[in-house]
C-alpha cells in the first residue's frame, strides 16, 4: 500500500499545498497541524456511509480510513467549525465547513472541489 506509507511521510510538511481542491494526506497533514492533532496524513475511524454521501471524488482514499470511533482531527474540526463533534465527516459536517469557509453549502466535496481549494488557500496562508 504505498499511498498510506506516503500519508506517513512527513518528509514535505514544511511546503506549501497544491490548491487542487482534492483532500489528500498533505492536506489531511496540514489540517492536523492546524488544528494541534497527530500529524499523520491519516482520517481515521470513518463511516463508509457517511463518506458516500459527501465524496464525489475530492475526499482521495488515501489519506481516509474506513472504521469505527471516528476521528480526533474531525472532532477538533467540528469543534472549531460549529459542529456536532461526533468524529465522523459527512454530509452535515462538510456543510459546516463549506459555510465556514464561504463556499456553496451543498455537503458535496466533489472533484476538484471549491471548498477544499479554499481550505488548501487558507491553510497555506495560515488563516485556518
Not at 489540517?31 to 454521501?53: E, N, R
Not at 459555510?99 to 496562508?125: C, F, H
Amino acid at each position: 500500500m504505498p499511498y498510506l506509507e506516503f500519508c506517513f511521510n512527513p518528509s514535505n510538511s514544511s511546503s506549501k499545498l497544491s490548491v487542487d481542491g482534492y483532500w489528500g494526506c498533505a492536506t489531511t497533514r496540514a489540517v492536523q497541524k492546524a488544528l494541534g492533532t497527530t500529524q499523520d496524513g491519516i482520517v481515521s475511524g470513518q463511516d463508509a456511509g457517511d463518506l458516500a454521501k459527501c465524496n464525489r471524488g475530492g475526499l482521495e482514499s488515501s489519506s481516509w480510513q474506513i472504521g469505527h470511533g471516528g476521528s480526533m482531527m474531525v472532532r477538533a474540526l467540528q469543534r472549531k467549525i460549529g459542529a456536532n463533534p461526533d468524529g465522523y465527516f459527512g454530509v452535515n459536517t462538510c456543510k459546516a465547513l463549506q459555510k465556514y469557509l464561504g463556499t456553496t453549502q451543498d455537503g458535496i466535496v466533489s472533484a476538484p472541489s471549491s471548498m477544499v481549494k479554499e481550505l488548501q488557500r487558507r491553510l497555506n496562508d495560515g488563516k485556518f
